[in-house]
């Protein structure tokens, strides 16, 4: 009897968690792919009808959306890994006693909201804001410059709001890897670049992977910075999604748009892991 | 004579002509600055190691030995001092640049790479050709044992295979010299015996210096050509195990190798080459000590299985003391007692079982310790 409560006591223990994912995760997306198949309007109440109209609306209306929001979530994530692989490679190895202060410098704008920083970067940003105000009467930008309510201003945004997530899994990465082990690819001939082609860069790939996850999804799904920051030819699926939801009441469509992003992602994801994650591409950087 | 003359002096005597050495240290010291203090690791060790020896720098942790190592390997640069490779000044060289490789303490394998990659790894940073690297990198892991298991990574290998491919991975590439550190310290006592025999082995085969770091003595004695005793950052003796063993240097190096008897007074008198010290009542200890004078301080060592145990007073030119059996321990090979004398020290005596296992001498018995006089070492300090 004790055996077998011993034997499931993990179960029991992890049972919160599973109640707490079968609430808030599983039933709502069931019950939103329930309501991406039936068809009606708010005033006349929706119908079960299990067609397959309202993807194809998704689809055909907004596919500009969807893939300007892929590209700019794709050139952000490449942006964010350029800036955090330098950021964290310097905090692991040449932070010394101040990295857990390196770290939170980095995750200091978390305690400000997400928004009201995104609101904040429209003021710096705007056309006669504190930034290019003086400078245009100054005469150092042409009186039409502008940047707010382009897709720099949106890009821009994506990368400062989601950079730490990049920053982290990369450093936690590189904090894993044995300095002794950097040390034997020395000893062993290789240059400063060798070692870090060859031992430093391929172990903390696994990082590089859980970043571009963490940043890659939600910066594509994304809804506030095309708002604030862009204009209205830098709309995103995440604000289509919004409006269908809040101000159209046009619940299936809204839901088969949402199903229709995750489906674009995690194809993409499924594709990157199987490139990247790996353990061929760690094979074939080691030679 | 310092150490560089007595590092050259072997290495010619090895070869019967005068050598240039593999590895040596001049008046090398290592400084760092710790919460703002200068702290001296190594404090000036000079010494010459030959070609194709194997020598070993042994003492607590602590001492400077994995320092002074790291320094020959080039992952660390001398505060002063020269260090030289084959007469080379390497001393500002960096470590991808010396021609000498290093066995990691926990082995420094590479986690993302097979076996058969990580012992190629070194070969192919130098460029060597694709068909060179297969046959040179078969070779070695035939000579650890290791064919069959090219594929594998090194978590999925048991600590004594790993210490196998690190041992691979350095050779392989022909190194002048072979830098060690503590590379058994991971193992289980068996294997680290089986390691010991192994290691030699595959240094005769491949005629390799080999540069040992150990604090294990007994590691040291086994297969050692010469020891360095170093201690507190300097070398405190440098000589061949059985030199080091009956003939040490100063009071450290006979209290870290083995088990000794320091037995301390002042010389009585001088008599046909033996300065003899008297201990008690009708204690006495000869040493092979003419200069001394009577009235002169004078510590003695005597290791704990040169002593016999007898209940009569022996007689003739030995040393021989006095003293009460306080302890005995029977330990399988040996009879272990602790005999304290009658001025308090305490003198640890070993008897072999080889007759029978009873014991000659009870707790509490008074009895007689006695030795040769070539068995006494006067020590410096």
């Known amino acids: ?287 | 004579m310092t150490g560089i003359q007595a590092g050259t002096e072997a290495a010619e005597a090895a070869s019967g002509a005068p050598q240039v050495p593999a590895i040596e240290l001049d008046g090398v010291v290592k400084e760092y600055l710790a919460h703002g203090e200068v702290v001296q690791a190594v404090k000036g060790v000079t010494l010459a190691i030959a070609e194709g020896e194997f020598f070993s720098l042994l003492g607590p942790s602590g001492c400077g030995k994995t320092t002074t190592m790291r320094m020959v390997a080039g992952f660390e640069e001398p505060t002063r001092g020269v260090v030289r490779l084959h007469g080379q000044d390497v001393t500002n060289v960096p470590p991808n640049k010396r021609d000498v490789n290093m066995v990691f303490q926990s082995y420094a394998l590479f986690p993302h790479m097979s076996v058969w990659e990580n012992v190629a790894f070194g070969l192919r940073r130098r460029k060597v050709a694709e068909a060179e690297i297969k046959r040179r990198v078969g070779e070695m892991l035939e000579i650890v044992d290791l064919v069959g298991r090219e594929k594998r990574r090194p978590r999925e290998m048991s600590g004594g295979q790993q210490q196998r491919v690190a041992l691979a991975r350095a050779l392989v590439n022909r190194p002048r010299a072979l830098l060690l550190d503590e590379p058994l310290g991971a193992l289980d006592l068996k294997l680290r015996q089986a390691m010991q025999i192994e290691l030699k082995r595959i240094q005769r085969e491949v005629g390799i210096t080999f540069v040992y770091v150990t604090h294990d003595q007994s590691e040291a004695l086994t297969m050692s050509d010469r020891i360095a005793v170093m201690n507190d950052g300097l070398v405190e003796q440098l000589a061949s195990p059985r030199e080091i063993y009956e003939r040490p240097a100063t009071a450290f190096v006979a209290g870290f190798i083995g088990t000794s008897n320091l037995l301390s007074g002042a010389v009585d008198r001088v008599e046909s080459g033996c300065a003899v010290l008297k201990l008690g009542e009708h204690g006495r200890v000869l040493v092979a000590e003419a200069s001394r004078q009577a009235g002169d301080p004078i510590s003695v060592t005597v290791r704990p299985e040169k002593i016999t145990i007898s209940t009569e007073e022996p007689s003739g030119d030995i040393s021989a003391v006095r003293g009460t059996v306080s302890e005995v321990v029977y330990l399988g090979l040996y009879n272990s007692y602790a005999v304290r004398l009658a001025d308090g020290a305490e003198v640890t005596v070993f008897q072999q079982n080889a007759l029978d296992s009873t014991s000659t001498a009870e707790r509490g018995d008074a009895v007689w310790l006695s030795w040769q006089p070539h068995h006494s070492y006067a020590i410096g300090s």
């Open chain 1, 1 to 287: 009897m004790r055996r077998v409560r011993a034997a499931a006591a993990p179960y029991l223990l992890a049972l919160p968690a599973w109640i707490w994912f079968a609430i808030f995760f599983v039933v709502p997306i069931a019950a939103m792919a329930s309501v991406s198949l039936t068809t009606g309007n708010l005033l006349e109440g929706f119908q079960q009808t299990f067609s397959v109209s309202n993807y194809a609306k998704a689809v055909g209306q907004y596919h500009t959306q969807l893939i300007r929001s892929l590209i700019y979530g794709g050139i952000a994530t490449l942006i964010m890994l350029v800036l955090a692989y330098p950021m964290a490679y310097w905090i692991a190895f040449k932070g010394g006693r101040r990295k857990s202060m390196y770290l939170f410098l980095l995750l200091l704008p978390f305690f400000v909201s997400f928004v009201l920083r995104t609101i904040s970067w429209g003021f710096l940003l705007a056309d006669d804001g504190i930034l290019f105000g003086p400078l245009k009467s100054a005469g150092l930008l042409p009186a039409d410059f502008h940047v707010l309510a382009t897709d720099v201003a949106v890009i821009g945004g994506l990368v400062y709001n989601f950079l730490p997530f990049m920053v982290l899994p990369i450093y936690v990465a590189l904090e894993r890897v044995d300095p002794r082990v950097v040390e034997a690819a020395y000893d062993l001939y290789a240059s400063r670049l060798a070692a870090f082609r060859r031992v430093v860069l391929p172990l903390s790939l696994p990082g590089v992977f859980a970043g571009v996850l963490m940043t890659f999804v939600p910066a594509t799904a994304d809804p506030v910075n095309a708002r604030i920051l862009g204009g209205t030819g830098n709309t995103m699926i995440g604000n289509i999604i919004q409006t269908e939801y809040l101000t159209n009441n046009d619940y299936p469509t809204a839901s088969a748009l949402s199903f229709t992003l995750m489906a674009v992602l995690l194809v993409g994801i499924f594709v990157y892991a199987r490139s990247l994650g790996t353990e061929n591409v760690l094979e074939a950087a080691a030679r």
